[in-house]
């Protein structure tokens, strides 16, 4: 078993404009095969379209919601809800509300 404190977890940027911070639980070394961060998501911010090659994901909101674009259909998750984002899904996350929400992202790498 491995427990990471939250105090002790390396945070970084996201390098992503209005991204505040990231947050390495789990899978920090290169080539792991599975990852879990937490994300801060400032109110207003944006991540433009983009794909997790080779990776399928889990995205829940622990506090404040997300809308997450997927081909134009706009879908609205909250804390509690949960989303899978299969491996090579094209999604856009947007925080179009008036306050931050904070993420776990869970990522499970997929060959086939």
Avoid: C, F, W
Avoid at 6 to 29: C, F, K, M, Q, R
Avoid at 35 to 50: F, L, N, T, Y
């Amino acid at each position: 078993m491995l427990v990471i404190p939250n105090a002790n977890a390396p945070t970084g940027s996201a390098h992503i404009p209005d991204y505040s911070s990231v947050a390495v639980l789990i899978g920090e070394e290169d080539g792991a095969d599975l990852g879990m961060v937490r994300i801060d998501v400032p109110a207003g911010s944006h991540m433009q379209e983009h794909r997790h090659n080779g990776s399928d994901v889990i995205l829940a909101p622990i506090s404040g919601a997300v809308r997450i674009i997927k081909e134009g259909a706009t879908t609205d998750v909250r804390t509690g809800d949960a989303v899978l984002i299969l491996k090579d899904e094209s999604v856009e996350l947007v925080n179009p509300h008036d306050d931050a929400a904070e993420l776990i992202v869970i990522s499970v790498l997929r060959d086939s």
